[in-house]
C-alpha cells in the first residue's frame, strides 16, 4: 500500500517514537467512501476537518495540499467497487492519507447500550478525533456479549451516537436521529439525510428506542445498514428502510466528485 505522508507518497509510515500526537491520541481523522476510486462529499469531510482542527488548536495544511495528497493515494491504491478513504491529522502537524478496499456487512446489525455516559458538554463532542478508546473499550464489551456495537446515551438520558456511527430511527411517520445538542458527531451522511430525505431531529431514549418500527445506523463509509436488534428486541427488514437506503445509494451515486 502506497501513503501520503506529509507533502508526498511514501511506501511505509514512519512517526516519531517519543513525543508526537499519535502516541498521545491527539488529532482529528476523516473518513469516507469512494466508488470505483471516486470520494464522495470529500468537500464536506475536508470542510469538516478544518472546523475540528480549529477547534482542538490544530495546524491543518492547506486544503489544496490534502486534496493532493487525496488524488495521489486513490491512484496509487486503486480499488474497486469500494475503498476507504482516511485522512488524519497528528497534532504535531503530521498529514496520513490511506486508501484501502471496503467491503459491504453482510448482514443486519445486533446493538447494545453502553453503561457509561456520554457527557454532552465534554471537549470532544461533535469532533471527529482520534482518540477512540472510550469508543473501543465499549466496543469490545458489546462484541463480548455478542453485539455489533454500541449506543451511547448522554446524562440526560438521551440516544447520542453509536461507537461507530450516527444513528436513526422510524416512528412508523418520519426519520429522526439525534440532534447536536446530545453530543452526537455532526456526521456527513446524517447531515445530508437531514438536508434531502426529510430525517429531523429529534430526543430519544433507550426505551424508546425499543418501540421505534426501524433502526438503522448511518456513516460516510458505510451509508446506512440496518439494526436487526438492539438489546432483546428484533427489528425486521422494513420497507420504508428499504426505500430510504436505496434512495440514499442512489442519489451517492449521482453525486460523486470526478
Known amino acids: ?13 514512519t512517526l516519531p517514537a517519543t513525543g508526537g500526537g499519535w502516541l498521545l491520541g491527539d488529532g482529528a481523522f476523516e473518513s469516507l467512501r469512494t466508488y470505483d476510486s471516486k470520494p464522495f462529499a470529500l468537500q464536506r469531510h475536508l470542510e469538516r476537518l478544518a472546523q475540528t482542527a480549529k477547534s482542538m488548536e490544530i495546524s ?4 489544496d495540499l490534502i486534496r493532493t495528497g487525496v488524488r495521489s493515494v486513490i491512484q496509487e491504491n486503486q480499488v474497486s467497487p469500494f475503498g476507504r478513504l482516511r485522512i488524519t ?7 496520513v492519507i490511506t486508501h484501502v478496499p ?7 446489525l445486533k446493538l447494545t447500550t453502553s453503561h457509561s455516559i456520554q457527557f454532552s458538554s465534554r471537549l470532544s463532542a461533535g469532533l471527529k478525533t482520534i482518540s477512540y478508546a472510550e469508543n473501543s473499550m465499549a466496543l469490545r464489551r458489546a462484541q463480548r456479549d455478542g453485539f455489533d456495537d454500541v449506543v451511547f446515551v ?8 453509536t461507537a461507530l456511527a450516527n444513528i ?17 458527531l455532526p456526521g456527513v451522511t446524517r447531515s445530508l439525510l437531514i438536508e434531502n430525505f426529510g430525517v429531523r431531529e429529534a430526543e430519544m431514549t433507550p426505551s424508546g428506542l425499543i418501540e421505534v418500527q426501524a433502526l438503522a445506523i ?9 439494526a436487526e436488534k438492539y438489546e432483546s428486541k428484533l427489528f425486521a427488514l422494513s420497507k420504508p428502510l428499504n426505500q430510504l437506503r436505496d434512495s440514499f445509494h442512489a442519489w451517492v451515486l449521482g453525486n460523486l466528485e470526478p
Open 154 to 161: 448522554n446524562e440526560h438520558g438521551q440516544i447520542v451516537e
Open 1 to 13: 500500500m502506497k501513503i501520503w505522508l506529509n507533502d508526498r507518497i511514501v511506501e511505509e509510515l
Open 89 to 95: 491529522l497528528v497534532s504535531d502537524g503530521n498529514l
Open 168 to 184: 436513526i430511527w422510524f416512528d412508523g411517520k418520519d426519520w429522526s436521529t439525534p440532534s447536536l445538542a446530545s453530543g452526537c
Open 218 to 226: 448511518t456513516s460516510s463509509v458505510r451509508e446506512i445498514v440496518p
Open 60 to 63: 491543518l495544511p492547506e486544503l
Open 102 to 108: 471496503f467491503n459491504l456487512e453482510a448482514k443486519g
